[in-house]
Structure formats: structure tokens, C-alpha cells
């Protein structure tokens, strides 16, 4: 009976002292549980492309620095800081972050188009600089429409539209089916007044894409050049002669009087 009394004692005894080791451990597991993970560059860098695509360029742009924040040398994060600040038109502040991407990843063609992007952008304006920056971009991915576009922006801005065309030409070569490279030659040779050369890269592009607004745009201008050039010849066909015939009637009265 004592024996039996002193087991059961024993028992009881052991009892409040698991417990509280059993309540400790299980209340350090919830709080590892509980607490959130820390932020990482990645998640806000995916942030930071979704808020991009869905075109919510002001949260991009926070997602953007929330990663540069973690990881300030992600060149991913400044090329996309740069994309969000370009598409918001603030040209001036998208400098700084795609001039350390091409610091940082000197191989990087995008990071040079971006830097260019920057440049031609209006609040910046430095179209040297922006032809310096693309001709590297060009040099680093000779495919790509957008450095050759951009390249050719930049030379027109520079009054070198000669040059803007052998660039669009190449995009050309490479993107035969890029109507919107064909309404740009044209509207390089509608500037050069090659007005048969627009017209026939119009003529190609609206076969492609006949709502095209951009091609109807420079096939306006360029028929009201050609209408303006036929009414100017015509009249100069009409003038000339008249005041030709004219000057010679008055000399001949003139003889004639004397």
C-alpha cells in the first residue's frame, strides 16, 4: 500500500516539471513560426516587373529601390529603375541609375540603350552623348531594332538624317517585316525630300498594316509636299514664260517708240 502511495507520489512530481519545459519549447517554435521572413531583393525585384507590366510605373519604381535597398549593386533592379523613370518622363533622375549599370555591367547592350533612352529624353536633350552611348549599345547587340532606332533618333536630332537612314537600313535588313521601321526611313526621306523613296516605304508598310497610324500620318505629309511641289512647278511653268514673253513686249515697244 506505502509502496503503491509512493509510486503515485512520484508520478506527480514529474508532471509540473516536464511542463513547463514542454510549454517553452512549443511557445520559441510559434514565435520562429510567427515571424516574417526577411525581405529579400528577388521578391521586390518581381514586385517590381509585375507593378512594371501592368504599367504602375510609381510603385515599379518603389519595388525597384526596395531591391536596391537589399542589394545596391543588382544591376537587373537599376535597368528596371530606369525603364519606370523613363516611363514616367522624369529623363533627368533615370541618368544616375543607368549610368551605374553600364559601370557595373560594361558587356550589357541594354544597359547602353537605356543610357541613350535617357539622353534623347526631352528634360536632357544630349544627343552626342546619347549617340556615344548607343553606338556602344550597337557594338554589343548589332540585332536589335531599338538601338537602331534610338541611333537614329539621336543622328536626326543632330541634323545627320543621312546617317539616320544607313541605321534604320540596317534595321531594316535584319527586321524585313518592321512596318515600324519602314515609316521611319520614310519620314527620314520625306525629311530629305527623297519623296518617291517615302512613298514607296509607305506603300510597303500599309500593305502590311493599313490602319497604320503612324504610316497615314507620313503618307499626309508626304502628298501634301508633293501637291505643294506640283502646284509650285505648275505655277513656275506659268509664271516664267508670261513674265518672259512679257519683259520682250515691253522692250519691243520701247524699240518701237524709239
Given at each position: 500500500?506505502?509502496?503503491?502511495?509512493?509510486?503515485?507520489?512520484?508520478?506527480?512530481?514529474?508532471?509540473?516539471?516536464?511542463?513547463?519545459?514542454?510549454?517553452?519549447?512549443?511557445?520559441?517554435?510559434?514565435?520562429?513560426?510567427?515571424?516574417?521572413?526577411?525581405?529579400?531583393?528577388?521578391?521586390?525585384?518581381?514586385?517590381?516587373?509585375?507593378?512594371?507590366?501592368?504599367?504602375?510605373?510609381?510603385?515599379?519604381?518603389?519595388?525597384?529601390?526596395?531591391?536596391?535597398?537589399?542589394?545596391?549593386?543588382?544591376?537587373?533592379?537599376?535597368?528596371?529603375?530606369?525603364?519606370?523613370?523613363?516611363?514616367?518622363?522624369?529623363?533627368?533622375?533615370?541618368?544616375?541609375?543607368?549610368?551605374?549599370?553600364?559601370?557595373?555591367?560594361?558587356?550589357?547592350?541594354?544597359?547602353?540603350?537605356?543610357?541613350?533612352?535617357?539622353?534623347?529624353?526631352?528634360?536632357?536633350?544630349?544627343?552626342?552623348?546619347?549617340?556615344?552611348?548607343?553606338?556602344?549599345?550597337?557594338?554589343?547587340?548589332?540585332?536589335?531594332?531599338?538601338?537602331?532606332?534610338?541611333?537614329?533618333?539621336?543622328?536626326?536630332?543632330?541634323?545627320?538624317?543621312?546617317?539616320?537612314?544607313?541605321?534604320?537600313?540596317?534595321?531594316?535588313?535584319?527586321?524585313?517585316?518592321?512596318?515600324?521601321?519602314?515609316?521611319?526611313?520614310?519620314?527620314?526621306?520625306?525629311?530629305?525630300?527623297?519623296?518617291d523613296l517615302a512613298e514607296r516605304y509607305l506603300k510597303e508598310a500599309l500593305e502590311k498594316n493599313p490602319s497604320d497610324p503612324d504610316a497615314l500620318r507620313v503618307q499626309e505629309q508626304v502628298r501634301s509636299r508633293q501637291s505643294y511641289n506640283f502646284w509650285v512647278l505648275l505655277l513656275a511653268a506659268i509664271i516664267i514664260p508670261t513674265l518672259w514673253?512679257?519683259?520682250?513686249?515691253?522692250?519691243?515697244?520701247?524699240?518701237?517708240?524709239?
Open positions: 500500500m506505502n509502496l503503491w502511495l509512493i509510486f503515485g507520489l512520484a508520478l506527480l512530481g514529474q508532471t509540473p516539471a516536464a511542463a513547463p519545459d514542454g510549454g517553452a519549447g512549443t511557445a520559441a517554435d510559434s514565435d520562429a513560426a510567427a515571424a516574417p521572413a526577411p525581405p529579400s531583393a528577388d521578391g521586390a525585384l518581381l514586385k517590381c516587373r509585375d507593378a512594371f507590366a501592368a504599367g504602375q510605373f510609381e510603385r515599379a519604381l518603389q519595388e525597384c529601390n526596395a531591391a536596391l535597398r537589399i542589394d545596391p549593386n543588382r544591376v537587373e533592379a537599376m535597368l528596371m529603375k530606369t525603364r519606370a523613370l523613363l516611363s514616367l518622363g522624369d529623363g533627368r533622375s533615370a541618368l544616375s541609375p543607368a549610368r551605374m549599370a553600364t559601370s557595373l555591367a560594361p558587356d550589357n547592350a541594354e544597359a547602353f540603350l537605356l543610357l541613350g533612352q535617357a539622353y534623347l529624353q526631352e528634360l536632357n536633350q544630349d544627343y552626342p552623348r546619347a549617340e556615344e552611348a548607343l553606338r556602344k549599345a550597337a557594338e554589343l547587340d548589332p540585332v536589335s531594332r531599338d538601338v537602331r532606332l534610338a541611333l537614329a533618333k539621336a543622328l536626326s536630332f543632330q541634323k545627320r538624317v543621312e546617317e539616320a537612314v544607313t541605321e534604320l537600313r540596317a534595321a531594316l535588313d535584319r527586321h524585313p517585316d518592321d512596318t515600324s521601321v519602314m515609316v521611319k526611313l520614310a519620314e527620314s526621306y520625306y525629311v530629305l525630300r527623297k519623296l514673253f512679257g519683259i520682250r513686249w515691253l522692250k519691243r515697244g520701247r524699240v518701237v517708240k524709239e
